[in-house]
């Protein structure tokens, strides 16, 4: 009688592991259906975020504005403005292109929803199965959003909520980390990658036409010649485009399961890159094609990849004016150097460790505030008001040298428990360098998601995971 009790209870334990098992089953099923649909929007909202900027420059949409600017831009270039009311005038003109109105609006909006989606399901995801933040405190992570939380009281105390609610978009990749393990698996992000391959065809597609038809709204002379431009895609701005493609080859290599397409896509990318006439792009490439070749290439001979890459990257620098087309390129690099030189001036020390407060220094504070007169005024009186064109400046704005160090911290922390991805977070690292990486769109919601992946195995045995 007691083994039949036992056996029976055995059996009701093993039916009830199972069932729990099976229920596990289904909402990882489901949990990797939502991961791909949310994906398939993010290619799509990728695609969508400038796609009226590029209707506009090749003249699809607004044809009459198109028509007048072309003229006007063509005279323009044999006779540039010298005053500076004319030199304003054609900015405007140029900034026009930029501005969406009406229905256009939807188009720049659908990442916020993006944006707001994730974050509802996750919150959802994890209140509802107890699970989707990382397994283990990961505690750069933890820092990081401690310090955030901070910024974000001291900025809202001073400014009032608009300024720190505007920040708080450029440390959304942080949120995406803590609460998107679920979607961060091998598997989702392979499928990720693989999206990523659709939108650099798309903008490959789109190439030869804005080649052709677009407006010379950024200088650059191919080859020596006077023809062409600079491409933006449906990044809004050259440099975007080039940064943008680098990354997802850099993804798509790190997630894909075969290397069917690899050469498909580094060509378009080495296409893109080299029209976007982006100087850091192409040198992301360049580092970017050494890292491949030293993982693949016999160990015998890595020694020589290390120093063939070191030796060529002087050549390269100096050959960018002719490869880009843009002989004034080195004056970019002032161009972002000038506005941390300029910030960094009469700096109390308090100031300088611990910033600001949140959304200072950010593109996404000076559109926000436009709509709230009054804080827009007190932000500018407090001289916080500015365009940063560089991760580094937006961090030491907001959170001083403290957050300089925690988010390259953080991508080192990364980098080191997750070896397989260093490159991507070295790409990342070097192109915060000029740009706004955590507030450039698709780039930083592949930032979360990778930090999410990486560190949901920190602390914890290495494991097969399909694609780790």
């Given amino acids: 009688m007691k083994n039949r009790l036992k056996v029976t209870s055995y059996t009701l334990q093993v039916l009830k592991m199972t069932e729990i098992a099976e229920k596990d089953d289904r909402h990882s099923l489901m949990q990797a259906r939502l991961a791909k649909y949310l994906f398939i929007l993010l290619i799509v909202a990728a695609v969508l975020n400038g796609s009226v ?117 450029f440390f959304f990749f942080l949120f995406i980390a803590l609460l998107g393990a679920w979607a961060a698996g091998g598997r989702q992000l392979q499928f990720l990658g693989k999206g990523l391959m659709v939108f650099l065809s798309v903008q490959f597609i789109l190439f030869p036409i804005e080649f052709e038809r677009g407006l010379r709204l950024f200088s650059a002379h191919f080859f020596g010649q006077d023809f062409g431009d600079r491409i933006v895609g449906t990044m809004l701005q050259p440099s975007s485009l080039g940064l943008m493609a680098v990354l997802s080859l850099a993804f798509y290599m790190r997630f894909s399961d075969n290397r069917r397409y690899v050469a498909m896509m580094a060509i378009m990318t080495a296409i893109l890159v080299f029209f976007s006439a982006s100087a ?14 030293y993982r693949y290439v016999n160990p015998a001979y890595r020694s020589w990849v290390r120093i063939a890459g070191m030796v060529g990257v002087v050549p390269l620098i100096l050959m960018l004016p002719v490869l880009s087309g843009r002989w004034d390129i080195m004056d970019s690099l002032w161009g972002r150097i000038l506005p941390l030189t300029e910030y960094l001036n009469n700096l109390d020390m308090a100031t300088l460790l611990f910033g600001q407060g949140l959304g200072a220094g950010t593109n996404s504070a000076i ?26 400046v937006a961090l030491m704005a907001q959170m001083g040298l403290a957050g300089l160090l925690l988010f390259y911290g953080l991508m080192a922390y990364a980098a080191f428990h997750d070896p397989d991805s260093a490159p991507f977070y070295l790409l990342v690292s070097v192109g915060s360098m000029t740009m706004n990486v955590s507030e450039l769109f698709p780039a930083n919601i592949l930032l979360g998601l990778l930090l999410a992946h990486s560190l949901k195995f920190a602390g914890l045995p290495s494991k097969d995971e399909g694609v780790r």
């Fill in 53 to 169: 900027f590029w209707l506009k420059r090749v003249g699809f949409l607004e044809p009459q504005h198109y028509h007048f600017a072309a003229a006007y831009i063509e005279s323009s270039m044999k006779m540039p403005p010298t005053t500076a009311a004319g030199i304003a005038w054609e900015n405007a003109l140029k900034v026009g292109f930029y501005n969406t109105q009406g229905a256009e609006v939807f188009f720049k909006l659908i990442k916020d929803v993006w944006l707001t989606l994730f974050i509802f399901i996750s919150a959802v995801i994890f209140w509802r199965l107890g699970r989707g933040l990382l397994p283990v405190p990961i505690w750069p992570l933890a820092l990081s959003l401690l310090v955030v939380t901070v910024s974000f009281a001291y900025s809202g105390f001073r400014f009032g909520l608009v300024l720190p609610l505007a920040g708080l978009r």
């Fill in 280 to 293: 850091m792009a192409m040198l992301l490439l360049f580092v970017f094609a050494v890292f491949e070749l």
């Fill in 367 to 392: 559109s926000l505030l436009s709509l709230f007169p009054a804080q827009l005024a007190s932000a500018n009186d407090a001289g916080i008001l500015f365009i940063s064109d560089s991760t580094p």
